[in-house]
Structures are given as structure tokens and as C-alpha cells.
């Protein structure tokens, strides 16, 4: 038997950043990817004050509730996309000045549905050369809440962004959404969120998000399912057995399900 080791998924590291960082407490991430991506969230996330600590393997991450430690920063996102979709949500819940930019790669994608939606729940925002595109100025003063339609068929980050600072928000939130893409991912968000404490869920088009103060806590990242597919595939081509520690069938990632899909296969041929 083969054992492998995969980095943390890209996914989950995202969205446990912008959970400890809202958290009331110390959060203590295991096992968060190493990327491009991650790193330019973290650098995000100092940018705009709150304390992160990287060490090898290990990330700590000093929540703050109300929102930015600074009342003005300059944040680029890099590439990311969860970057540049997550932060000035984040920010939105607090107070201050916060600019944003990106890659130009990043520019030409798409914000639209978020800060669309932003503007309804109150946000003083403004894209400085395209509308729904980075650069972008958030001028924070708190979100109230409230009920909102979204589409988020184009992506589903826009929905997660919102679902994420639901608890931050005065009132809670109340999004019923008219399209949704990557229906697993969504489910992901509703998942992390309620390990640190949130009471978010679905009703049917329709996901309710109470004000209720999120929770610092230790998490570890599990293992990116899509990179670990390679390994599986591998494995059913060349007849061996491979194991990825900590990657299960309790897995977050839909794409954890392509292990049934070797499964099913194995036993047709067989």
C-alpha cells in the first residue's frame, strides 16, 4: 500500500481564513494549503489588521468580530478569486475606508452579483473603472441585515461571501437565491460556518443566517479531493492500493465522491 500525502485544499483554507479572522477568539489552522492564493489571503487579511501568525503547518489567526483592526488599507488580491470576493465583504462589516485591486486577470472577472448585492443590505461601495469589477472602494460603516434575492448563477462565491458575513451583520440575513452553480461548494461554506458556531441553513432557495457570533476554534484543513483524485486514478489504472490520510467519506469536497466513481467501476470489471 501506497500512502500519500496531499496538500490542503484551496477550498477550505479560503473559507477558514475568513472564519477565524470574523471569529471571537484564536483560531488555529492545521494543514492550510500553501499557495499563491492563501498567502494572498493572508497578506489581505494583514493588510487590513487582523494578526496572523505563519508558521509551517500551522497558522494562527487573532478574530476580530467587529471587523478591520485599520480604519483605511490598500488590499491587493492577487489572483485569487476567493480573494478578491471574500475581503470586501469582510471589510463591509466593519468600519473604515478599504481599497481593493487585483491582477488583471482578476479585473476582467466578475463582482457584480456581489457588490450588487452589498449596495442592497446598505454598503457605500464603488468600482473605480469598471462597474462590477475591481478596483474597488469599500467606505464600511457595519451591514444591517436583511432579506435580499441573488443570482448567483455565475458563480457561487458571491452567495458564500454573503453567507460568511451573515453573522457579522446586525440582523442576520435572509438570501434566497434565483440560480445557483457549485451547489457543493455552498454546502461546504454551510458546514465550516457551523464548526465555529454559526446556525446557518438551507431552506429550500432560500438560506437563513442568524446574527450569531462565530467562534474561534482549531481546524484542521483537510486534504484537496481534486488533487487527490490523480493519485486514486493511479492507483485503479496500475491496480495498486493508495491511501490519502485524512481525506474520508465525511469529506466537505464534492469532488471526494470521484473515489466512488473508481469504486463503482472497479466492481463492474470485476
Request: a negative charge; proline letters at 6%.
Amino acid at each position: 500500500m501506497t500512502v500519500v500525502e496531499i496538500p490542503g485544499s484551496k477550498s477550505v483554507t479560503a473559507r477558514a481564513l475568513f472564519l477565524a479572522a470574523a471569529a471571537e477568539g484564536t483560531t488555529v489552522l492545521r494543514r492550510p494549503l500553501l499557495s499563491d492564493d492563501s498567502e494572498g489571503f493572508a497578506e489581505g487579511l494583514l493588510s487590513l489588521g487582523y494578526r496572523v501568525d505563519r508558521q509551517p503547518g500551522v497558522w494562527t489567526i487573532e478574530g476580530r468580530p467587529s471587523g478591520p483592526g485599520v480604519a483605511e488599507a490598500d488590499v491587493f488580491c492577487r489572483d485569487g478569486a476567493t480573494t478578491a470576493r471574500f475581503l470586501p465583504a469582510l471589510a463591509a462589516a466593519g468600519r473604515g475606508t478599504f481599497r481593493f485591486d487585483a491582477s488583471e486577470q482578476m479585473r476582467r472577472r466578475p463582482l457584480g452579483p456581489l457588490t450588487d448585492a452589498l449596495r442592497e443590505l446598505g454598503v457605500d461601495l464603488t468600482h473605480e473603472l469598471a462597474e462590477g469589477h475591481h478596483p474597488l472602494t469599500v467606505r464600511a460603516d457595519g451591514i444591517k441585515g436583511g432579506t435580499l434575492t441573488l443570482d448567483a448563477g455565475l458563480s457561487s462565491q458571491f452567495l458564500t461571501a454573503l453567507l460568511l458575513c451573515g453573522p457579522l451583520t446586525a440582523e442576520g440575513l435572509e438570501i434566497t437565491v434565483s440560480d445557483l452553480v457549485s451547489v457543493p461548494y455552498v454546502e461546504m461554506t454551510l458546514a465550516m460556518m457551523r464548526r465555529f458556531g454559526s446556525d446557518a441553513r438551507r431552506v429550500g432557495d432560500t438560506f437563513v443566517v442568524p446574527p450569531q457570533p462565530y467562534r474561534a476554534t482549531e481546524y484542521l484543513v483537510e486534504p484537496d479531493a481534486s488533487t487527490a483524485s490523480y493519485a486514486l486514478a493511479a492507483a485503479a489504472l496500475t491496480g495498486r492500493t493508495v491511501t490519502v490520510p485524512g481525506l474520508g467519506s465525511d469529506s466537505l469536497q464534492g469532488d471526494v465522491q470521484f473515489a466512488e466513481v473508481l469504486r463503482q467501476m472497479a466492481r463492474r470489471s470485476s
